[in-house]
């Protein structure tokens, strides 16, 4: 099932069936998430989305080891060849349509224990477009009788070129290791200094970084695209590979990459959200879209 939404200037294209992916979308015929060819949708390439939700947790739990109220549960490594879990079970599943309008849509996705995440829950993305903005909104409720840890996220991807700047502000950095696990939160450095507009292209990069002030801009010779997150998503991952694809990855996330086995550890301000039975916690992003063509 592919769905189709427009709204003025905008157009997107979702994939409720590969991830609650959002495939392509355009304002006024620029691309603003990286677009999808058709043989990714045809081959069900979520990785190679333009966007995709983070639920119930982002990046990786490290070797699959959930640690949660007391018990290590042990996750599927559903990234092969990766040993760890990443980035949860949501954009692996089949998301249903509740809602659509011309210009909005409601995906709703019901989970049931198993060895991708150990309690039972459901969540529910909408994608709207607004006046000259992207809205998204993700949220994740609690059906399990015990209580649950969890995070949310957003992964957009952004297309750039040699001279795309990229305004940001971010306190730390957590290093990494060969394994892609944090190590150590160290100070920024200065490749990744973003405080004053500068160019991203040639940046290499696959890192958290906490204490984000939850807005950051990208600007093109043509327009700009100012991105706004909730209160919740005090952390961002980014990940540009800088081996010629052309993009980077900017996921607005609750939490901090392997954060269950830190929070074991002992590591305070993790991000992680404690969700009671009943209950359930919620994210939202706008992408808000300008003109910089003279």
């Known amino acids: 099932m592919i769905l189709q939404l427009t709204h003025g200037d905008s157009a997107a294209i979702i994939c409720p069936k590969i991830g609650g992916s959002i495939a392509q979308f355009t304002w006024r015929g620029y ?18 989305m333009g966007f995709y939700p983070l639920v119930p947790y982002s990046n990786r739990i490290g070797h699959g080891k959930l640690f949660a109220n007391g018990e290590t549960f042990q996750l599927r490594a559903n990234a092969p060849p990766e040993p760890h879990a990443l980035h949860g079970f949501g954009w692996q599943r089949e998301w249903q349509v509740e809602s659509q309008s011309d210009s909005a849509v409601t995906l709703a996705l019901v989970h049931a224990a198993d060895a991708d995440w150990p309690f039972a829950c459901e969540a529910r993305e909408v994608i709207e477009l607004v006046d000259d903005a992207l809205h998204i909104t993700l949220s994740l409720r609690n059906t399990d009788p015990r209580l649950m840890p969890a995070g949310l996220g957003f992964h957009p991807f952004f297309p750039i070129d040699r001279s795309t700047l990229l305004q940001a502000e971010w306190q730390a950095m957590w290093a990494m290791g060969p394994d892609k696990l944090p190590t150590e939160r160290i100070a920024v450095p ?11 292209d040639g940046w290499t990069v696959d890192n958290c970084f906490t204490g984000w002030n939850r807005v950051a801009t990208l600007s093109y010779a043509t327009h700009q695209v100012r991105i706004e997150a909730s209160e919740a998503c005090r952390q961002t991952v980014c990940f540009a590979p800088n081996d ?26 993790t991000g992680l959200q404690l969700i009671n039975g009943g209950e359930a916690v919620r994210i939202s992003t706008t992408l808000y879209l300008t003109s910089t063509a003279a």
């Not at 677009?35 to 190679?48: E, F, K």
């Not at 052309?246 to 301000?269: K, Q, W």
């Open 31 to 48: 691309h603003i998430l990286r677009p999808a060819p058709d043989t990714v949708i045809r081959d069900s390439l979520v990785r190679q």
């Open 190 to 200: 200065p490749e990744a200094d973003f405080r004053q507009p500068s160019v991203v």
């Open 244 to 269: 010629g694809r052309n993009f980077i990855a900017i996921e607005l996330v609750t939490n901090i990459n392997d954060a269950f086995s830190l929070m074991a550890r002992g590591v305070t301000d």
